[in-house]
């Protein structure tokens, strides 16, 4: 049985009696790419913020590496917090830091590291992320959006986090961008044995990433399961999401993306 590295258990989400997840099951195994997709109000983004500590759920458990996340009598989620890094829809760079000092933020922040191996180890994520060293200096206002996201993605990893969570990797990129950034992310995932969590509405990043599929609906996990098994299920998201024109051109082109994508998971 494969090791989870997240497993939430019977989580209730409420906001005043807007109820967002309610009974919501959800296990995350080690070194998987797990996407979690649905519609509008879903609750995507806030169930990967209730995964990294950054919002409470109404009821429920969420253990990541087997500790309670949410528990007051463990101290810990600080060191939880640096096991995993965040890539953010948008990059979320500090506009008056310099990519360097960008990169450079986290591990700063642990105060343990002295400022010659920062420098060594900012160059090493920044070299991992596909960034050349005489943009270091650059600030994020001089940089296109495809850049934005690698030094987003090489400051994700700069604590060498085990778990990565990924929002919206490729909005906003042109389709060639698109697919080197997903390249980047298979190649990554692969290299550092990364347990990926993303959540994503673009076709082609999903089935060119995913190992497995969440599906939210009805304020709870409605299938998860490998693409070509969450494509089958029968359910009114799914048909529309998955199985209109795009969606079947996103899986017609997937080979393309990902080589090791087998060719059964496309037959319906």
């Known amino acids: 049985m494969a090791e989870a590295i997240i497993d939430i258990q019977n989580l209730r989400t409420q906001f005043g009696r807007a109820v967002i997840h309610d009974q919501l099951y959800l296990k995350v195994n080690k070194g998987e790419i797990l996407s979690i997709v649905g519609g509008s109000g879903s609750g995507k ?9 950054l919002e409470i759920p109404t009821r429920g458990n ?31 760079l500090y506009s008056a830091l310099t990519v360097f000092e960008n990169v450079a933020q986290p591990m700063r922040e ?31 206002s001089d940089l296109s959006g495809g850049m934005i996201k690698r030094i987003a993605l090489a400051r994700a990893l700069a604590l060498d986090p085990e778990l990565l969570f990924l929002d919206e990797p490729t ?10 950034f997903v390249n980047l992310i298979l190649s990554l995932h692969q290299q550092l044995g990364l347990t990926v969590v993303m959540v994503t509405h673009d076709l082609d990043t999903l089935f060119a990433l995913s190992n497995r599929i969440a599906v939210l609906a009805e304020k709870r996990v409605v299938v998860i399961g490998a693409p070509s098994e969450v494509v089958q299920f029968q359910h009114e ?5 998955f199985l209109g024109g795009r969606g079947r051109r996103a899986m017609e082109v997937l080979p393309s ?9 496309l037959e319906q």
């Open 110 to 140: 642990l105060g343990t590291l002295s400022e010659s191996l920062i420098s060594d180890l900012v160059y090493l994520k920044l070299q991992m992320a596909g960034i050349n060293f005489e943009h270091a200096c650059k600030m994020p």
């Open 171 to 180: 909005a906003g990129l042109d389709p060639d961008r698109s697919d080197s």
């Open 62 to 92: 969420i253990k990541v590496f087997g500790e309670d996340l949410h528990d007051p009598r463990e101290p810990h989620l600080d060191y939880l917090r640096k096991r995993s890094g965040m890539l953010f829809q948008h990059g979320a």
């Open 237 to 241: 998201f799914i048909e529309k999401f």
């Open 257 to 265: 993306l990902d080589p090791t994508f087998k060719q059964d998971q």
């Open 45 to 53: 983004t806030v169930l990967m913020r209730q995964m990294l500590g």
